[in-house]
């Protein structure tokens, strides 16, 4: 009988190097000077390895199994992000197109997962509200990713403010993230 090594320093520390590389790339103008579609290939390829990894690596995937649904949820707060995009539409930085949908259907879904947090203790008993608020957060993150993928590939100056910090998070740590949890949820959801 084998078992599973299961290193959740291991995991949280390749986390960071991941997050201090995303914010050094980006503080240093190099995130900046990429060009569609190297963007959305970086975005696409740090989401395949973290869903290949969750799926390849078993000690990885023993210990994603184990997240509370409560602190995967919670991930999601990040998208109050989307109040800066209308702060930034505001000041014509960022396109209408992208920035105010884009803005407003972040906002929803962080205001979502806030609900959930705070006022649901069980989340596993209200599978239905969770998986509604998965599927809304699923498609909005898709809807954003394309929007800003179709319009950077023909007016790229237009959202060249999500290629410098702090929104150059986005692409390089946050949204593959926020993808590979999505997908996370859905496989919970689905076997619970």
Known sequence: ???????????????????????????????????????????????????LAGTLLPGFRVWIAGLNLRQI???????????????????????FAFAVPGGWGDIAVATGALGLVLLVPDLAARRAWLSAWNWLGLADLLLVVATASRIAMTDFPS??????????????????????????????????
């Open 73 to 95: 949820v919670a991930l999601h707060l990040t998208r109050f992000v989307g109040i800066y995009f209308l702060v930034l539409y505001g000041r014509g930085e960022l396109p």
């Open 159 to 192: 959202m060249a403010p999500l290629l410098r910090l702090p929104l150059s998070l986005l692409p390089t740590f946050l949204v593959p993230l926020l993808l590979a949890t999505h997908l996370l949820l859905l496989r919970r959801l689905r076997a619970g």
């Open 1 to 51: 009988m084998t078992t599973t090594r299961v290193r959740p320093l291991l995991y949280l520390g390749i986390g960071m190097v991941w997050l201090i590389t995303a914010i050094v790339l980006g503080a240093t103008g190099q995130v900046a000077r990429l060009r569609p579609p190297v963007p959305q290939l970086v975005l696409g390829g740090l989401t395949a390895l973290l869903i």
